[in-house]
């Protein structure tokens, strides 16, 4: 199990519960019946951080399947990295991967159980595919006619902003018409999935959330276990909103080191500033990063006030401009054909017009001016489905 570093142990707010540590609100409901369970390394239960799996095999369920999304069960494979079927080790009960050969479980799948259960930390991105493996599962429980229950975590970047994605650039880091950041936990997308219609044919899928206990979106959150490899502290979960948009430029953002999502640079910008970090090949975690073996000069933000960053309530696009207007080679900044480490800068912005406005030098306030009044009609939306204030 990938552990934050120990400082970040807990949750600031000792009194929240997340919806798996209220096992008195759904285990009865899974008495006698055979589960299903859509879980990875961070669905623990308590301040012992104990497996929610091994929690409820020592209750007395029993657990037919467990389904693992990106990054796999124990959370160790890669970003992008495909994962295969597995027979857990330590349960004996098979693994089926949902990033792999399928992105949702089979009818087969559904046919060897009577209910679902999805408990997965998620980090409130458009681009963090968790929220995808949320509607695919959605997706299969509503053809089969099974239940899902969501057990409930906070959502630690719980503000709305960035450009509401254009569906013309819909793909596996964007399906859904939602800004960058989409203030929601998983129990609310999950509603907005099915009221605003957005399974196939306009299925229901039907749910039934286990809120978390004593939590409003404002409240500062600590994650207690790593959600992804490349989120390996709580700095990088909250500066991941605004960096993970330079994946679609030439500029590292620390994949191929011990602090990714915390750094920025390039090779290009050698005599421009002083901090620099050397990508490598990291098993597990990147294993052919951007500029791998160059040293990449650029801003360190270890220790950046991402408090402060979190109650401003909005992403940081001072950093992409910084950037952009120091690089040398302009017309090199966002071109993807330049290696496969690059993403492409539209699907993760979800506007062509957010690449154009940078290159053009457009200030901040007209570039967020921009995003409405799409941002306003979805913070509206939004309304109907929060759990939490």
Request: charged share 20%.
């Amino acid at each position: 199990m990938l552990l934050l570093q120990a400082n970040f142990c807990c949750a600031q707010n000792p009194t929240i519960q997340t919806g798996a540590d209220q096992t008195e609100l759904y285990v009865p409901l899974l008495k006698g019946k055979n589960v299903g369970m859509v879980i990875n390394q961070t669905s623990v239960i308590g301040t012992r951080l104990v497996p929610s799996v091994d929690s409820l095999l020592k209750l007395g369920i029993r657990i037919k399947e467990i389904f693992g999304p990106e990054h796999g069960f124990r959370g160790n494979a890669s970003n992008g990295a495909k994962v295969t079927d597995e027979i857990d080790a330590e349960t004996g009960i098979p693994v089926i991967s949902l990033y792999g050969q399928k992105r949702k479980p089979s009818k087969k799948d559904m046919d060897a159980i009577d209910i679902m259960i999805f408990d997965i930390q998620d980090v409130g991105c458009r681009f963090y595919t968790n929220i995808n493996t949320l509607a695919d599962v959605m997706e299969a429980c509503a053809e089969n006619g099974k239940e899902l229950i969501i057990l409930d975590r906070p959502n630690p970047n719980a503000f709305v902003d960035g450009p509401v994605l254009d569906m013309k650039l819909k793909s596996g880091i964007g399906r859904f018409p939602v800004p960058i950041t989409h203030g929601m936990t998983i129990g609310e997308f999950a509603q907005m999935v099915n009221g605003e219609g957005w399974l196939p044919d306009k299925m229901q899928c039907k749910i039934k959330v286990i809120p978390v206990k004593n939590y409003m979106h404002d409240l500062d959150y600590v994650l207690p276990v790593n959600p992804s490899p490349n989120l390996n502290t709580q700095q990088s979960v909250l500066l991941y909103p605004s960096l993970c948009l330079f994946e679609g430029t030439t500029i590292s953002q620390g994949r191929g080191t011990y602090m990714p999502f915390t750094v920025l640079g390039s090779p290009d910008l050698k005599g421009i500033y002083p901090f620099s970090f050397t990508p490598v090949s990291i098993p597990g975690k990147s294993e052919t990063p951007l500029h791998q073996n160059e040293v990449c000069y650029g801003l360190d933000l270890r220790n950046y006030n991402t408090v402060k960053l979190h109650k401003s309530g909005q992403i940081n696009l001072k950093w992409m401009m910084e950037l952009y207007k120091a690089y040398p080679y302009k017309e090199k900044f966002f071109d993807m054909s330049q290696s496969k480490q690059m993403g492409n800068i539209d699907k993760l912005a979800g506007t062509t017009l957010f690449k154009e406005q940078i290159m053009a030098g457009k200030s901040e306030k007209e570039i967020r001016q921009s995003w409405e009044p799409e941002l306003s009609r979805y913070k509206a939306m939004r309304q109907k489905y929060v759990l939490y204030k």
